[in-house]
């Protein structure tokens, strides 16, 4: 039981708390909506401990691409291409910085194509965040980041799992809004969501490389969002929803849960 709330803790109850924290000062407007991603941040130091000042790890480089992909959020906040440019690009610095070591090591094609592939499909994410009106973004999220967490937990690495399941706890409040109004209303807008989705998709490349997440289930994982925005229906979360099921069920027929990372 104790190991339990040690586990829970982290990855669900601070950061739902200080989602609701953080709701309470966004209706205020006391913060910008892209701040709510700092709010992971006590999860992530908690679980992993203090980034190092040159990271060596790559959970180092989450606290810095947060940081960073805030800070492109609020300095150009009217100025939407060229933020979503600039995102895009801080993506693939830190996703190349956090595959170096493996490519230093063994140099890969199949990894440098599988980063491209979450870069184009961050792009496109984002492209269509900008130009498009969505339905319930927090909650699209959260079922993508909290299916990512299951996912990667039942793959045999509940350390990435737990920061995965953070993200999604994040978005406790902004979630609960949306279905108190029947999807009709949110909080917030995709767009404001990136450094959310930053985030989404380094841990998901995290999770692939490091703890050696199968091909299908990451395929999935990295659809999962994008079909919640492109499909634009009420209900479009549902297609994200059916992604991660469809990447639990495969996991839990072939997945070995020995993983170490």
Not at 73 to 83: F, M
Not at 116 to 126: G, H, R
Not at 212 to 223: A, D, N, R, W
Request: some cysteine.
């Amino acid at each position: 039981m104790e190991t339990l709330i040690q586990m829970i803790l982290p990855a669900a109850v601070l950061p739902a708390l200080l989602s609701g924290f953080a709701f309470w000062l966004n209706q205020k407007k006391a913060i910008a909506p892209w701040v709510i991603v700092l709010i992971w941040l006590p999860s992530c130091i908690w679980l992993v401990g203090m980034p190092a000042l040159i990271p060596e790890e790559a959970s180092h480089w989450l606290v810095p691409l947060v940081i960073i992909s805030v800070l492109i959020a609020a300095l150009l906040k009217s100025q939407v291409k060229q933020q979503v440019l600039l995102q895009i690009i801080l993506l693939a610095l830190i996703l190349v910085a956090v595959a170096w070591p493996v490519l230093n090591y063994q140099f890969s094609w199949l990894l440098l194509v599988e980063l491209l592939a979450v870069i184009l499909t961050a792009a496109v994410l984002y492209l269509f965040s900008a130009k498009n009106h969505q339905t319930a973004p927090a909650l699209t999220l959260a079922i993508s980041s909290g299916g990512m967490g299951l996912v990667i937990a039942l793959g045999g690495s509940l350390l990435i799992g737990q920061l995965a399941g953070a993200l999604a706890s994040v978005l406790t409040a902004f979630v609960l809004f949306e279905l108190v109004n029947r999807l009709n209303k949110s909080a917030v807008t995709m767009i404001e969501l990136i450094p959310v989705m930053q985030l989404y998709f380094v841990v998901l490349v995290i999770a692939r490389v490091f703890a050696e997440l199968e091909l299908v289930p990451s395929i999935l994982l990295l659809l999962a969002p994008l079909a919640g925005v492109i499909i634009r229906k009420r209900y479009a979360f549902v297609s994200s929803a059916i992604s991660v099921v469809i990447a639990v069920v495969w996991l839990l027929m072939t997945a070995d849960s020995s993983g170490y990372y």
